[in-house]
């Protein structure tokens, strides 16, 4: 069974940085998409940002949510089956439980999830 664990949330002041790990077993990790998710208390579960698995083209395109542009960025390590999420300039609405998702075509596996809290 495919597994995705994250790790590195924590509690933060506004404007400061924090930097996601999600680590994946049991899977050939450079073939999956994998995107970071966030919810928040009392809101739909929301994409942050993803970046492609290698297939024919490699892999590696990204795409962000409107909402962070410009202050996160996705980025993947195959050689250690980890993609990562660095988030800087973080604001009190970037609280929220942050998700690992990995998916395969119709396969799509979740993480079990790490808080970031951003406050003062």
């Known amino acids: 069974q495919v597994q995705v664990v994250e790790s590195g949330g924590g509690l933060v002041q506004p404007g400061g940085s924090v930097r996601l790990s999600c680590a994946g077993s049991?899977?050939?990790?450079?073939?999956?998409?994998m995107a970071w998710y966030r919810q928040a208390p009392g809101k739909q579960r929301e994409l942050v940002a993803a970046?492609?698995?290698?297939?024919?083209?490699?892999?590696?395109?990204?795409n962000y949510a409107d909402s962070v542009k410009g202050r996160f960025t996705i980025s993947r390590d195959n050689a250690k089956n980890t993609v990562y999420l660095q988030m800087n300039s973080l604001k009190p609405e970037d609280t929220a439980v942050y998700y690992c998702?990995?998916?395969?075509?119709?396969?799509?596996?979740w993480g079990q999830g790490t808080q970031v809290t951003v406050s003062s």
């Open positions: 998702n990995a998916r395969l075509g119709i396969q799509t596996y």
């Open positions: 970046i492609t698995g290698g297939g024919s083209t490699g892999g590696g395109s990204t």
């Open positions: 049991r899977m050939i990790f450079r073939i999956y998409d």
